[in-house]
């Protein structure tokens, strides 16, 4: 299987412990995205990188959480001091993002449910 | 800034009957235009998407969606709903210029009736 994969699945932490997230595009994609899902919701941006630059992060993303994409291929995002609010679904995407080519349709991987007890 | 609302937070029909998902977006430009589906503990997988051209788009499993800019609407349709399309469906509007980020709707979850 090509697609977007990430790891680990389900992490049940306990509220102020760190957790690690993964995150591994389509080999050939060079834009690579993070949304949150909580229940009930649709996904909401966090961040994008373009190779491994990062170019945007919402305001939603606090300083708790980091994001890194230090080759331009895999992702992981951190979150630091976790709280029971960060409970949601953490959702990678990833898109061609070729310069001149007007599509740029993001695919998305399975998700990492995130339980802060 | 760009929104999307999904009117219908829960749409039940029966096996074989039509089905209409109703997306509304409002933005500042030409959009990019998707429909995702999201089946319980999974991922989105895209549907369809319209960036330009034909305002009738055409998906995978049967389903099409048509743009209408006067309307500011993507609705999503299906001529007979099979029991495997119950699931939650996503319609989500993103740039067409730059980075494609996407802002989502919050879902219609779509209950199918035997």
């Known amino acids: 299987d090509t697609g977007v994969s990430q790891d680990p699945r389900h992490k049940i932490t306990k509220r102020g412990q760190n957790v690690t997230f993964r995150c591994d595009p389509i080999?050939?994609?060079?834009?690579l995205y993070w949304y949150r899902q909580t229940l009930g919701q649709g996904p909401e941006f966090l961040t994008y990188?373009?190779?491994?630059?990062?170019?945007?992060k919402s305001r939603l993303l606090s300083d708790r959480f980091s994001a890194e994409r230090p080759k331009g291929s895999f992702s992981t995002l951190e979150i630091q001091r976790t709280e029971q609010g960060d409970s949601a679904m953490y959702l990678c995407?990833?898109?061609?993002?070729?310069?001149?080519?007007?599509?740029?349709?993001?695919?998305f991987g399975p998700g990492t449910r995130l339980t802060v007890l | 800034a760009q929104s999307v609302t999904q009117p219908d937070i829960h749409i039940t029909v029966s096996e074989g009957a039509s089905l209409e998902l109703r997306c509304n977006y409002s933005?500042?430009?030409?959009?990019?235009l998707f429909w995702y589906v999201q089946s319980p503990g999974q991922g989105l997988q895209l549907l369809l998407k319209?960036?330009?051209?034909?305002?009738l788009v055409q998906g995978i499993k049967g389903f099409e969606a048509e743009f209408k800019r006067s309307q500011s609407s993507f609705n999503l349709r299906k001529p007979s709903v099979h029991w495997s399309d119950a699931a939650e469906y996503f319609c989500?509007?993103?740039?067409?210029?730059?980075?494609?980020?996407?802002?989502f709707g919050d879902g219609t979850t779509l209950t199918v009736k035997p």
């Open positions: 995407a990833s898109s061609l993002g070729r310069r001149g080519v007007e599509t740029d349709t993001q695919y």
């Open positions: 080999s050939e994609h060079n834009r």
């Open positions: 990188f373009q190779n491994e630059a990062q170019l945007e």
């Open positions: 933005y500042g430009a030409t959009p990019y």
């Open positions: 319209y960036f330009s051209g034909d305002t």
């Open positions: 989500a509007v993103g740039r067409i210029t730059n980075a494609g980020k996407s802002t």
